[in-house]
């Protein structure tokens, strides 16, 4: 049995995860976990700059500490900034999800009394409670391998499902996008990039699936960054499918109001999926057959999240450059997505 962490009455705890979108949205059920069962303590939570919004408007965070990892690794005066900034808050202890080298050491710098991390790397050395386990086995869910953490932390109700929580005039800005976009009610977004996290199905794919959902009868659009935008305009172009689409004219948050008002989302095994099922909305993912990226461990929540995987192949691929992807056809998809949505296809 683990020794619980003497937390009391008015303490303050930080919870680090400063990688990715989709592992920050996968934390979520651990942060709101502590909260409720330490709701006479502040939690607060520390994550990189870029996926920070989506703690935004969330009653059980207390204070959201933001990092640009790239000034991290290499700019002496904002890392001295940034300890300066977790000091001042005399947090009582440090559960870091993520524990990136230079983090944990502004953690053992700032003198938390009690700092959690998981034991087996070269940088444990600063946390004075450590969990043991190996994530690179993939047994479990992302999420769950977060919720170990709980064995030091007081009984109680556990959450299991992340949410992001808007605000209504997010949800009215991102239907005004999709009204001027020509979208109508009952509509499903295809969201092609991955941000370099995972292994992608192609651009051609997504315009060809894009193009046999229309043939359904199916509302669609597109949505991506303002770069992603340009290659859908290249791809489309050379298939001759024209595409309708929102890329460049959403932040993060405005992405997730658009998530939350469709019907379904497709896209790589990446952050926005993660983010569609957070504002409840149901995802088809496209998933390589690579053991690291197991949808065991990295698949969308709930009931409101499938998988499409290539079949009969193990992924041996370059990081990268995986052409098993490829296995995946877009009348495959097509069949799953008419499956959620309730409906048959007319071939």
Same mark, same amino acid.
């Given at each position: 049995?683990?020794?619980?962490?003497?937390?009391?009455?008015?303490?303050?705890?930080?919870?680090?995860?400063?990688?990715?979108?989709?592992?920050?949205? /996968?934390?979520?059920?651990?942060? #709101?976990?502590? +909260?409720?069962?330490?709701?006479?303590?502040?939690?607060?939570? $520390? =994550?990189? @700059?870029?996926?920070?919004?989506?703690?935004?408007?969330?009653?059980?965070?207390?204070?959201?500490?933001?990092?640009?990892?790239?000034?991290?690794?290499?700019?002496?005066?904002?890392?001295?900034?940034? /300890?300066?900034?977790?000091?001042? #808050?005399?947090? +009582?202890?440090?559960?870091?999800?993520?524990?990136?080298?230079? $983090? =944990?050491? @502004?953690?053992?710098?700032?003198?938390?009394?009690?700092?959690?991390?998981?034991?087996?790397?070269?940088?444990?050395?600063?946390?004075?409670?450590?969990?043991?386990?190996?994530?690179?086995?993939?047994?479990?869910?992302?999420?769950?391998?977060?919720?170990?953490?709980?064995?030091?932390?007081?009984?109680?109700?556990?959450?299991?499902?992340?949410?992001?929580?808007?605000?209504?005039?997010?949800?009215?800005?991102?239907?005004?996008?999709?009204?001027?976009?020509?979208?109508?009610?009952?509509?499903?977004?295809?969201?092609?990039?991955?941000?370099?996290?995972?292994?992608?199905?192609?651009?051609?794919?997504?315009?060809?699936?894009?193009?046999?959902?229309?043939?359904?009868?199916?509302?669609?659009?597109?949505?991506?960054?303002?770069?992603?935008?340009?290659?859908?305009?290249?791809?489309?172009?050379?298939?001759?499918?024209?595409?309708?689409?929102?890329?460049?004219?959403?932040?993060?948050?405005?992405?997730?109001?658009?998530?939350?008002?469709?019907?379904?989302?497709?896209?790589?095994?990446?952050?926005?999926?993660?983010?569609?099922?957070?504002?409840?909305?149901?995802?088809?993912?496209?998933?390589?057959?690579?053991?690291?990226?197991?949808?065991?461990?990295?698949?969308?929540?709930?009931?409101?999240?499938?998988?499409?995987?290539?079949?009969?192949?193990?992924?041996?691929?370059?990081?990268?450059?995986?052409?098993?992807?490829?296995?995946?056809?877009?009348?495959?998809?097509?069949?799953?997505?008419?499956?959620?949505?309730?409906?048959?296809?007319?071939?």
């Amino acid at each position: 049995m683990s020794k619980e962490i003497d937390l009391q009455s008015g303490d303050r705890i930080l919870i680090s995860r400063t990688d990715r979108l989709g592992d920050l949205i /996968l934390a979520l059920p651990f942060v #709101e976990t502590i +909260k409720e069962r330490y709701p006479e303590c502040r939690v607060d939570v $520390i =994550s990189s @700059l870029y996926a920070s919004p989506i703690l935004e408007n969330n009653e059980r965070i207390g204070k959201i500490l933001r990092v640009q990892n790239d000034q991290l690794l290499s700019n002496k005066l904002y890392k001295k900034d940034l /300890l300066q900034k977790i000091r001042i #808050e005399k947090y +009582k202890a440090v559960v870091a999800l993520f524990p990136e080298r230079q $983090i =944990s050491r @502004l953690f053992y710098k700032a003198e938390i009394p009690n700092r959690l991390g998981t034991a087996g790397r070269f940088h444990s050395v600063f946390y004075n409670t450590r969990l043991v386990h190996s994530r690179r086995q993939n047994l479990k869910h992302e999420f769950e391998y977060n919720l170990d953490f709980l064995k030091f932390f007081r009984r109680g109700r556990t959450v299991k499902f992340p949410r992001v929580c808007l605000r209504e005039k997010e949800i009215n800005h991102a239907r005004r996008i999709l009204k001027e976009s020509g979208v109508k009610d009952d509509f499903v977004v295809i969201h092609p990039g991955s941000g370099g996290s995972a292994e992608r199905w192609s651009m051609e794919n997504f315009i060809k699936l894009y193009q046999l959902l229309e043939k359904e009868g199916v509302e669609l659009v597109m949505s991506g960054n303002e770069q992603e935008g340009l290659i859908i305009d290249d791809v489309s172009a050379s298939l001759n499918i024209p595409v309708r689409k929102i890329t460049g004219e959403t932040d993060l948050r405005t992405l997730a109001a658009v998530l939350s008002l469709a019907k379904l989302v497709v896209a790589n095994s990446t952050g926005p999926l993660h983010l569609a099922v957070a504002v409840h909305t149901n995802g088809v993912g496209l998933y390589p057959s690579r053991k690291a990226m197991s949808p065991l461990r990295w698949g969308p929540l709930g009931k409101k999240g499938r998988v499409i995987q290539p079949v009969g192949v193990e992924c041996q691929c370059p990081p990268k450059r995986c052409v098993c992807m490829e296995m995946i056809k877009p009348q495959q998809v097509l069949w799953e997505v008419m499956d959620v949505l309730g409906q048959t296809t007319r071939v």
